[in-house]
């Protein structure tokens, strides 16, 4: 629920938890409780509003970096444990735009691809296309929150990138972390 709430107001954000209810097909009851502990986790905040309008809230951030690797072993299992459900839950959104691909006006159709790339490279030269890749959509999250930024036609678009090695180095050959 808090991973689809994260989402809603990602992309459709700022909004009350009535309408993140209508967004995620949640009550309004229990989205505003997790709204409130999202908020209670630094995840989410109160938005600005006018008057008479209802409270809403938006996301403090535009991303977020799971940190499976510290030295609490409580903390690496429930990182862990939120990192499998995004992951699962990015597939469904694949899946999902796999299935409704049809319905895709052609040009868009055409644009969304499932591209699988194998590279051999060097601990040091994939931190470099991350770091290039993270500065080129760094470039273009100001229009997630300034709608006035959004060229016309501009469509929410997932970028799903995973980076794994395939396979890992003998130990001999492992440089030291």
């Not at 009550?27 to 509003?49: I, K, M, N, W």
Request: aromatic residues 6%; hydrophobic residues 40%.
């Amino acid at each position: 629920m808090r991973i689809a709430l994260i989402e809603a107001l990602t992309v459709d954000g700022p909004l009350a938890a009535t309408e993140a209810a209508e967004v995620v097909g949640e009550s309004p009851t229990t989205c505003s409780f997790h709204l409130r502990q999202l908020a209670r986790y630094g995840f989410v905040e109160d938005a600005e509003r006018g008057p008479g309008r209802r409270p809403s809230w938006r996301m403090r951030s535009i991303g977020t970096v799971i940190a499976s690797e510290g030295s609490d072993p409580e903390a690496n299992v429930a990182a862990a444990a939120v990192s499998g459900l995004v992951r699962q839950r990015l597939l469904e959104h694949l899946d999902r735009r796999e299935m409704s691909r049809a319905s895709c006006p052609k040009r868009w159709r055409d644009l969304a691809q499932i591209n699988q790339h194998l590279l051999f490279v060097t601990a040091e030269e994939l931190a470099e296309l991350e770091r290039r890749l993270h500065q080129m959509l760094m470039e273009l999250y100001p229009r997630i929150a300034d709608e006035g930024a959004r060229p016309k036609g501009a469509l929410p678009v997932e970028m799903i990138s995973f980076t794994f090695p395939l396979r890992l180095p003998a130990p001999a050959e492992a440089p030291p972390d």
